[in-house]
């Protein structure tokens, strides 16, 4: 009786979950940026393509760019919210009852929980996908699907806990890739506000554009909210004593057999499972664990587990198989070699961090995720 009554909770709990994945219903292709630079419009790009009920807008992503141009009011973006909102209202000739509004949160209550009550409620409602700006001001993504403990749409006050949330980042350039995570490793490593301010309209505040219905009051743009309900997450363990590599591969074989959801393993049945590479191995570590073709070396998708607890975290899939630089090579050559993930114009997803050398003379050598040097630039806003 006792078992059977475990039973009923566990099965309640589930069937409590509020999922939207506008996947399943939307066509939201995945688009890589063209240049450095131009993640707003490869998002605006997507968000064109993401209408529901088959109501698409396929523009390309230079024709997104110039229109983006015309709106945008700050010069110091690349694309900033009122160019990226301009481009979307103007190109988009069917709106499904609402319109794209951009929704910001001041820096000081808990703007990134806040925010994401808005995009869920959104996303729930009208069934968009949703543009955020991730890594302070640093670079704009496509939010496609969440899991939450709670319809927001019925729970008008918090919190609620997010649980999981999927996204198509337009990073790397020319591939992209699409990811499924835990709400802990989204406010972790992507949905934070800025770390300074800046000269900006926005320069303390966390930016979204969101589609909400015409008839909507729930948001006033000239009033950005300081307060209300939010979408909360388990905070990750960010420090300890980091796991072995070998423990790294036993973790990652019990998150196979049942972490991941059933359409992620069916794209890992393919692959074989890569080299764990530990990242940040002082901070904020974690295992990046790649699978793809052994024989040539090449990853099609990769796991990531926290370095601390083994934890599944996130899963990307790529656009495109890429070569992630092999460490053995270098440390061959007598190389010190560590992989780093400090979100910078030169790396904007944990899946693909860069590599930090050091000489003797401590001058530190900065590498992509492929091998090529790079002069770290971190990221003050979107570009």
Same mark, same amino acid.
């Given at each position: 009786m006792r078992f059977f009554l475990l039973l009923l909770i566990a099965l309640s709990f589930v069937h409590a979950q509020h999922r939207v994945y506008l996947r399943q219903s939307n066509t939201i292709p995945l688009y890589s940026q063209q240049t450095d630079y131009?993640?707003?419009?490869?998002?605006? @790009? =997507?968000? $064109?393509?993401?209408y529901p009920n088959g109501k698409e807008h396929a523009f390309d992503q230079t024709h997104v760019w110039d229109t983006i141009q015309k709106y945008k009011v700050e010069t110091g973006w690349a694309s900033d919210p009122e160019g990226m909102? #301009? &481009?979307?209202?103007? $190109?988009?000739? +069917? !709106?499904?009852? #609402? /319109?794209? @509004?951009?929704?910001?949160?001041?820096? #000081?209550?808990?703007? #990134?929980?806040?925010? =994401?009550?808005?995009? &869920?409620?959104? =996303?729930?409602?009208?069934?968009?996908?949703? !543009?955020?700006?991730?890594?302070g001001h640093g670079h704009a993504l496509v939010v496609t699907g969440l899991t939450t403990s709670k319809n927001p749409v019925n729970v008008p006050s918090g919190p609620i806990n997010l649980i999981n949330i999927e996204v198509h980042n337009p990073w790397p350039p020319n591939k992209g890739e699409k990811v499924y995570m835990t709400g802990s490793h989204w406010y972790s490593r992507y949905f934070y506000p800025p770390n300074s301010p800046s000269n900006s309209k926005w320069s303390e505040c966390m930016l979204a554009t969101v589609h909400i219905a015409k008839n909507s009051n729930a948001f006033k743009e000239e009033l950005p909210i300081t307060q209300g309900p939010v979408l909360v997450a388990p905070k990750l363990q960010k420090q300890g004593e980091v796991i072995s590599t070998a423990v790294a591969k036993l973790k990652m074989h019990e998150v196979l057999k049942g972490k991941i959801r059933e359409s992620d393993q069916q794209i890992l049945g393919g692959l074989t499972m890569l080299q764990p590479i530990l990242v940040n191995k002082n901070h904020q570590g974690y295992y990046l664990i790649p699978f793809g073709n052994v024989r040539t070396n090449e990853s099609s998708a990769a796991i990531i587990l926290n370095a601390y607890t083994g934890d599944f975290e996130a899963m990307s899939v790529f656009g495109k198989p890429? /070569?992630? $630089?092999?460490?053995?090579?270098?440390?061959?050559?007598?190389?010190?070699?560590? &992989?780093?993930? +400090?979100? +910078?114009k030169e790396c904007r997803s944990p899946f693909t961090p860069l590599w930090k050398s050091v000489s003797s003379f401590d001058e530190a050598v900065y590498y992509d995720y492929e091998g090529n040097i790079v002069t770290l630039e971190k990221l003050t806003r979107e570009n």
């Open positions: 131009w993640c707003g419009a490869a998002t605006t @790009q =997507m968000l $064109l393509r993401g909102k #301009g &481009a979307l209202n103007n $190109l988009a000739d +069917s !709106h499904v009852g #609402g /319109f794209w @509004q951009i929704f910001w949160w001041k820096k #000081g209550y808990n703007p #990134g929980p806040n925010l =994401m009550y808005w995009i &869920a409620r959104g =996303m729930t409602e009208l069934k968009f996908p949703a !543009h955020a700006t991730v890594y890429f /070569f992630y $630089l092999n460490e053995r090579e270098y440390r061959v050559k007598n190389i010190n070699i560590e &992989a780093v993930f +400090s979100p +910078s």
